[in-house]
């Protein structure tokens, strides 16, 4: 069985843990809600902090949830964000998507949120959710389409953030512009029943425009993504810095918008 290979280019510094912790099944997993029920098990793939984890558990108990992810520091943030709701019908693990040490057939809907653009095999990692559902049950997956992201007024730092990002992200051994693939990769990975959608987070009122732009300027120049960006011979910290200040400046103006267009998929096994 292959393991992974691809490097996750964000990391959990706190500026990519602030829009992580943002995210819930409402707001990033719309498209799946009305395919769960009341004793549903449910297998949540690259968990990250457990927000949304915590939201599928209250949706589908008494049925249970088991949340994995490849780093065990973040696992511990779920484990307390499932304890802190009283979510009890959650279970933890580590995991590789390409290789999930679950036999065959587990669960009723496997789903996985902004997961398939960080991983070395998207097409393998869909096998397997594919091969750990039950027949007749759902694998749902949704992801970011970097090349789609539109934004005003076009401050061209953010043009260079971009471009920037996208080349970080392929050679660490994703695919950033993932959302448009995801039916190909569906399809190849052996699902013929497949229902495909599109929606988008919006960030335009004053507050979301300091939140936004806030996290990725503190995410170019700090986090994971920063060094490896750094170390890969991308881009100098003097670049990382004018980017951010881009950002900064994005941020302050009263026309200002941002849109994350995302691909979105509800498979039948």
Same mark, same amino acid.
């Given at each position: 069985m292959p393991e992974e290979t691809a490097v996750y280019t964000h990391g959990h510094h706190e500026s990519v843990l602030r829009s992580?912790?943002?995210r819930s099944a409402a707001n990033s997993a719309a498209y799946l809600l009305p395919a769960l029920r009341r004793g549903t098990d449910v297998l949540d793939v690259g968990c990250g902090p457990g927000t949304i984890t915590a939201d599928l558990a209250a949706l589908?108990?008494?049925g249970a949830v088991t949340a994995v992810d490849a780093s065990a520091g973040i696992l511990d943030e779920a484990r307390e964000v499932a304890a802190g709701r009283g979510a009890d019908n959650v279970r933890f693990a580590i995991a590789d998507v390409h290789q999930l040490d679950f036999p065959d057939g587990s669960f009723? /809907?496997?789903h996985a949120h902004q997961v398939l653009q960080h991983v070395g095999d998207p097409v393998r990692a869909l096998s397997e959710m594919r091969r750990v559902c039950r027949p007749g049950g759902t694998v749902a997956v949704r992801d970011s389409d970097y090349g789609a992201f539109a934004w005003y007024p076009e401050v061209p730092g953010?043009?260079?953030?971009?471009e920037l990002y996208r080349r970080v992200a392929r050679a660490n051994g994703g695919e950033p512009d993932a959302g448009r693939r995801l039916y190909s990769w569906a399809r190849r990975a052996g699902f013929s029943d497949i229902?495909?959608?599109a929606t988008s987070w919006c960030f335009a009122t004053p507050d979301e425009r300091a939140w936004w732009s806030g996290l990725w300027a503190d995410r170019t120049t700090a986090s994971a993504y920063a060094r490896?960006? /750094?170390?890969?011979?991308?881009a100098t910290t003097g670049e990382l810095t004018a980017i951010a200040d881009a950002w900064r400046e994005w941020g302050r103006r009263d026309d200002a918008w941002f849109?994350?267009?995302h691909g979105e998929l509800l498979c039948r096994a």
């Open positions: 992580h912790r943002w589908v108990a008494p009723d /809907v496997v953010l043009d260079a953030w971009l229902t495909a959608t490896l960006a /750094v170390d890969g011979g991308h849109m994350v267009p």
